[in-house]
T-cell receptor, first 114, second 111 residues
């Protein structure tokens, strides 16, 4: 049973470009979460999605960031017009249910903005 | 406000000794906690969880203790091995699925 898959593992973008990060949850999991980790810091929650629904986006920056989890296909975290401060590791997690459920993390996408 | 934090940023132990990693949380309404292990360049790996109706839970070589009176969580690792070297995070599972992470404790195991 494959774990949470993320791609690409490494992504380099110039300032002003768009970044698209993909996440495929574990089989049977319908809850997806995105977190961001800056160097030598803990993970910060960004957004929680179920199929075709955003449940909690309280951690998403107000501009340039968006996320979706369509009926078919992976969840996508999209960052428009990237800036250097967006450089970080972005992790996706999935769980079988929402509240009080263990979340399993993918390997992350390391975004570098030059 | 909500916060989950760790008392010590680094911990160095001798191989074979027991390790204890501590965590304090401030939201007394929190009812679910998770410990994660993160190795360099990898995603967090689930270790063990505990619900607020328990004060102790054991896994393979790991034990989590929860003291709700002082809002304290600890992870005990028995017979620590070099492969246990990593950063350990406690996380509070807020109702609704959101995880709130502490800053992490780096565990270093000396052979």
């Amino acid at each position: 049973n494959a774990g949470v898959m993320q791609n690409p593992r490494h992504l380099v973008r110039r300032r002003g470009q768009e970044a698209r990060l993909r996440c495929s949850p574990m089989k049977g999991h319908s809850h997806v979460y995105w977190y961001r980790q800056l160097p030598e810091e803990g993970l910060k929650f960004m957004v929680y999605l179920q199929k075709e629904n955003i449940i909690d986006e309280s951690g998403m920056p107000k501009e340039r960031f968006s996320a979706e989890f369509p009926k078919e296909g992976p969840s996508i975290l999209r960052i428009q017009q990237v800036v250097r401060g967006d450089s970080a590791a972005y992790f996706c997690a999935s769980s079988p249910v929402g509240e009080m459920s263990e979340q399993y993390f993918g390997p992350g996408t390391r975004l570098t903005v030059t | 406000g909500e916060s989950v934090g760790l008392h010590l940023p680094t911990l160095s132990v001798q191989e074979g000794d027991n390790s204890i990693i501590n965590c304090a949380y401030s939201n007394s309404a929190s009812d679910y906690f998770i410990w994660y292990k993160q190795e360099s360049g990898k995603g967090p790996q689930f270790i063990i969880d505990i619900r607020s109706n328990m004060d102790k839970r054991q896994g393979q070589r790991v034990t989590v203790l929860l003291n709700k009176t002082v809002k304290h969580l600890s992870l005990q690792i028995a017979a620590t091995q070099p492969g246990d070297s990593a950063v350990y995070f406690c996380a509070e599972n807020n109702r609704g699925g959101k995880l709130i992470f502490g800053q992490g404790t780096e565990l270093s195991v000396k052979p």
